[in-house]
Nanobody, 120 residues
Framework: QVQLVESGGGLVQPGGSLRLSCAAS????????MAWYRQAPGKQREMVAVINKGGSANYADSVKGRFTISRDNAKNTAYLQMISLQPEDTADYYC??????????????WGQGTQVTVSS
C-alpha cells in the first residue's frame, strides 16, 4: 500500500516563506507526475504546480514566480517552496502523485493535506 505524508504547513505572515514536503512510501515501482493542489474554504480544489519525472514543471498563473515545485526521485519526495506568500494563498495544500506499483499500471494517490495560513 502506498502512502503520502505531507509536512511543512503552518502560519506565516504576508511576504513570508514556507516549504512543503510530501514523501511517498510503500510498494513503489516508479512515480510519474508529482503535483500540489490547494483548496481554500468555500472554493474548489485547484492545481498549484505539477512536475513530471523529467523535471519539467508547470504552475498556476496565480503562483508563477513565487512558488517552485521540485522532486527528489531517490527519496520519492516532492517539495513546494513558497515565497512572497499572501493572504489569498491561505488554503489546505494537498500532494498528488501518479504512482505505479508495477511496471504497467499507475494510480493517483493523495496526501492528507497540510494547512497554510497567511495572516498578520
Amino acid at each position: 500500500q502506498v502512502q503520502l505524508v505531507e509536512s511543512g504547513g503552518g502560519l506565516v505572515q504576508p511576504g513570508g516563506s514556507l516549504r512543503l514536503s510530501c514523501a511517498a512510501s510503500g510498494s513503489i515501482f516508479t512515480i510519474y507526475t508529482m503535483a500540489w493542489y490547494r483548496q481554500a474554504p468555500g472554493k474548489q480544489r485547484e492545481m498549484v504546480a505539477v512536475i513530471n519525472k523529467g523535471g519539467s514543471a508547470n504552475y498556476a498563473d496565480s503562483v508563477k514566480g513565487r512558488f517552485t515545485i521540485s522532486r527528489d526521485n531517490a527519496k520519492n519526495t516532492a517539495y513546494l517552496q513558497m515565497i512572497s506568500l499572501q493572504p489569498e494563498d491561505t488554503a489546505d495544500y494537498y500532494c498528488n502523485m501518479q504512482i505505479a506499483e508495477t511496471d504497467s499500471l499507475y494510480f493517483d494517490y493523495w496526501g492528507q493535506g497540510t494547512q497554510v495560513t497567511v495572516s498578520s
